[in-house]
C-alpha cells in the first residue's frame, strides 16, 4: 500500500521545482545580506561574498543555466552600487571580465571547435582511429583515447568533444556489436563507453584549452601564486601523466570489464564503412589541419616568441575565415560560445572583485593559522585528495572548480605547500574528479544514457578510476614535476 499523502507528493512536486530552487538562492543571498560581516572583513567585501556564493548554489541547484545567474549577480551587485553609499561593482567594471583574454580564448577555441564538427573533420579522426586500431576490443579503447588525444587541444567543449563527436561514433559500432551477439549489451560496450568516457577527462586535464573551466584555475594561479600558468606550462606538466593515463587506461579497464567478445569484426567493419562514406579527404580538410598544426606549433613555442595564447587561437580563427573553410554566420550561431563568454567573464569579474575588497587576503589569514602546523607537501598532497573527492557533493564541474579551486589553491599557498606541485594537482584534478559520478559532465551524462552500465557500476567504476588518477598524477606526475625542478 502506498502511504505517500497528496500532500507529501506536493511538497516533492514544489521541491524540484526551478522556482523553488531560484527562491532558495535569493533566500541564501537575502538572509546574509543582511547580517554584520565577520571581523575583519568589510560590508562590501562580504556581500560581494554573499553573492559570490550564491551564485555558486545556483549552479549546483540549477535553477537557471549558468549564464542568466551570472547575469543575475552581476546585476545586483551593480544596483547595490549604484543605489547606496557602499562601493561594490560599478558598472564599468562589471564588463571587465568580458573583456579578460582568457575569456576570449575558450570563446574563440569553441568557435573554432564548431568547424570542426560542421566539415566533419572530427568525425573523420574518430572513425580514422577506429578503423585503424578498432581490431579488438583493446584496440576499441586504444581507439577512443587517440581520438580524443588528437581533438582536445582544439575543442574546449568535452560535451561537444565527447558526446557531439565520439558518442555517436561509439553508438554506432555498439548497435552493431549488439546484432552480432544478439544482446542488448555486451562486455564490450561497456568496457567501451567507459574508456571513451574516461579518456575524455583524461585529456580535458591534459590542455588548457581542452575544457571550457580550465582557464579558471589558470587565473587563480596568478591572482593567489602570483605564477602565470600558460598554455605552454598547463601542456609540458600534463603529457606525461597525460600520455601514461591514456596508454594504460585501456588495460587497466579491461580487467573491470572481463569476458569480452573476441570476434568484433562487423563493428571494425562498419567504421571502416563509415568513413568510405565521407569520401576522400576534402580541401577544407586538410587546411585546416595545416591551420591547427600551426596553432599548437605556437603555443608550445611561445616562451621564445612570447605571443599570447589568446592570441594564437584568434588568428587561427581568422585564418579559418579567411581561406573560407567556414563562414562566419555560422560560427556566431554556437549558442555555447556567447553563453560562456557570459559566465566565464561574469565570475571572472567577481572573483577580481573579491581580491579588490580584501576577502581574498581574509580568507588567506584564517587559512594561515589554522594550517601552518602541516608539512607544506603533506598539506597539499591533501588538499589535492580532499578537493578531489569533494567532486561527490557536485553535480557538475565548472561549479566544484567555481566553488573550491580558489579556496584550495589559497590554503595551500598558506601552508607553504609550492605553487608548482599545488598549481598543476588542482588543475588536472579538476577534470579527473568527474570520474566519480555519472552526471559530473556533459559527455558522461551522454555516455551513460546510451543505457549499458548500471549506475551502480559505474560508481563502483568510477571510484577504482580515481584510485587509478591519483596514483599516475600524484606518483607519476609529482616525479615528473620534480625533475623539470617545478618544486
Known amino acids: 500500500m502506498d502511504t505517500k499523502s497528496p500532500a507529501y507528493d506536493?511538497?516533492?512536486?514544489?521541491?524540484?521545482?526551478?522556482?523553488?530552487?531560484?527562491?532558495?538562492?535569493?533566500?541564501?543571498?537575502?538572509?546574509?545580506?543582511?547580517?554584520?560581516?565577520?571581523?575583519?572583513?568589510?560590508?562590501?567585501?562580504?556581500?560581494?561574498?554573499?553573492?559570490?556564493?550564491?551564485?555558486?548554489?545556483?549552479?549546483?541547484?540549477?535553477?537557471?543555466?549558468?549564464?542568466?545567474?551570472?547575469?543575475?549577480?552581476?546585476?545586483?551587485?551593480?544596483?547595490?552600487?549604484?543605489?547606496?553609499?557602499?562601493?561594490?561593482?560599478?558598472?564599468?567594471?562589471?564588463?571587465?571580465?568580458?573583456?579578460?583574454?582568457?575569456?576570449?580564448?575558450?570563446?574563440?577555441?569553441?568557435?573554432?571547435?564548431?568547424?570542426?564538427?560542421?566539415?566533419?573533420?572530427?568525425?573523420?579522426?574518430?572513425?580514422?582511429?577506429?578503423?585503424?586500431?578498432?581490431?579488438?576490443?583493446?584496440?576499441?579503447?586504444?581507439?577512443?583515447?587517440?581520438?580524443?588525444?588528437?581533438?582536445?587541444?582544439?575543442?574546449?567543449?568535452?560535451?561537444?568533444?565527447?558526446?557531439?563527436?565520439?558518442?555517436?561514433?561509439?553508438?554506432?559500432?555498439?548497435?552493431?556489436?549488439?546484432?552480432?551477439?544478439?544482446?542488448?549489451?555486451?562486455?564490450?560496450?561497456?568496457?567501451?563507453?567507459?574508456?571513451?568516457?574516461?579518456?575524455?577527462?583524461?585529456?580535458?586535464?591534459?590542455?588548457?584549452?581542452?575544457?571550457?573551466?580550465?582557464?579558471?584555475?589558470?587565473?587563480?594561479?596568478?591572482?593567489?601564486?602570483?605564477?602565470?600558468?600558460?598554455?605552454?606550462?598547463?601542456?609540458?606538466?600534463?603529457?606525461?601523466?597525460?600520455?601514461?593515463?591514456?596508454?594504460l587506461l585501456p588495460l587497466f579497464l579491461g580487467l573491470l570489464f572481463p569476458n569480452r567478445e573476441q570476434d568484433i569484426h562487423a563493428a571494425h567493419h562498419r567504421a571502416k564503412d563509415n568513413l568510405a562514406q565521407l569520401g576522400s579527404i576534402r580541401r577544407d580538410e586538410i587546411i585546416l589541419v595545416f591551420i591547427f598544426a600551426a596553432m599548437i606549433l605556437l603555443w608550445i613555442t611561445s616562451p621564445w616568441h612570447k605571443l599570447p595564447t589568446t592570441l594564437v587561437c584568434m588568428s587561427g580563427l581568422v585564418a579559418i575565415l579567411v581561406f573560407r573553410i567556414d563562414n562566419w554566420i555560422a560560427m556566431a550561431g554556437q549558442a555555447e560560445a556567447w553563453d560562456t563568454l557570459v559566465w566565464l567573464g561574469g565570475l571572472l569579474t567577481m572573483a577580481t572583485a573579491l581580491k579588490e575588497h580584501g576577502v581574498v587576503q581574509y580568507f588567506s589569514t584564517m587559512a594561515k593559522t589554522e594550517f601552518t602546523h602541516f608539512h607544506p607537501l603533506l598539506a597539499g598532497v591533501l588538499l589535492a585528495i580532499i578537493y578531489f573527492y569533494s567532486m561527490y557533493g557536485?553535480?557538475?564541474?565548472?561549479?566544484?572548480?567555481?566553488?573550491?579551486?580558489?579556496?584550495?589553491?589559497?590554503?595551500?599557498?598558506?601552508?607553504?605547500?609550492?605553487?608548482?606541485?599545488?598549481?598543476?594537482?588542482?588543475?588536472?584534478?579538476?577534470?579527473?574528479c568527474g570520474c566519480l559520478t555519472n552526471y559530473s559532465t556533459g559527455p558522461l551524462i551522454i555516455y551513460f544514457n546510451q543505457g549499458h552500465i548500471s549506475p551502480v557500476q559505474w560508481f563502483r567504476t568510477g571510484f577504482i578510476v580515481s584510485l587509478f588518477h591519483l596514483v599516475i598524477w600524484l606518483g607519476i606526475g609529482g616525479t615528473y614535476w620534480k625533475i623539470l625542478g617545478w618544486w
Open 10 to 247: 506536493y511538497l516533492i512536486r514544489i521541491s524540484k521545482s526551478d522556482g523553488t530552487r531560484f527562491a532558495l538562492c535569493i533566500a541564501f543571498a537575502s538572509l546574509l545580506w543582511i547580517i554584520a560581516p565577520p571581523t575583519g572583513l568589510s560590508l562590501s567585501g562580504w556581500r560581494i561574498f554573499v553573492v559570490f556564493m550564491a551564485t555558486i548554489i545556483g549552479f549546483i541547484l540549477r535553477p537557471l543555466p549558468m549564464a542568466p545567474l551570472v547575469l543575475i549577480s552581476l546585476s545586483a551587485l551593480v544596483f547595490a552600487d549604484t543605489l547606496s553609499d557602499t562601493s561594490y561593482i560599478s558598472l564599468n567594471t562589471a564588463f571587465s571580465g568580458f573583456a579578460n583574454s582568457t575569456t576570449w580564448l575558450v570563446v574563440s577555441a569553441i568557435l573554432i571547435s564548431g568547424t570542426i564538427i560542421r566539415t566533419q573533420l572530427g568525425t573523420r579522426l574518430a572513425l580514422l582511429c577506429f578503423a585503424f586500431f578498432g581490431r579488438s576490443s583493446t584496440g576499441l579503447g586504444y581507439a577512443a583515447c587517440v581520438a580524443e588525444l588528437l581533438l582536445a587541444p582544439f575543442i574546449p567543449s568535452n560535451t561537444a568533444r565527447g558526446g557531439g563527436i565520439l558518442a555517436p561514433v561509439i553508438r554506432g559500432i555498439n548497435e552493431t556489436l549488439a546484432k552480432q551477439t544478439n544482446a542488448t549489451s555486451s562486455s564490450t560496450s561497456r568496457y567501451l563507453i567507459a574508456t571513451a568516457a574516461h579518456a575524455n577527462l583524461i585529456t580535458s586535464a591534459m590542455f588548457l584549452t581542452a575544457m571550457a573551466a580550465n582557464p579558471i584555475v589558470a587565473q587563480l594561479s596568478e591572482e593567489i601564486y602570483n605564477l602565470p600558468f600558460t598554455w605552454t606550462r598547463w601542456f609540458v606538466g600534463g603529457i606525461v601523466p597525460g600520455l601514461c593515463g591514456l596508454l
Open 394 to 432: 557536485f553535480s557538475m564541474l565548472t561549479g566544484h572548480i567555481i566553488a573550491f579551486a580558489g579556496a584550495f589553491l589559497l590554503v595551500a599557498q598558506q601552508a607553504g605547500t609550492p605553487g608548482l606541485l599545488m598549481v598543476p594537482l588542482i588543475a588536472y584534478l579538476s577534470s579527473l
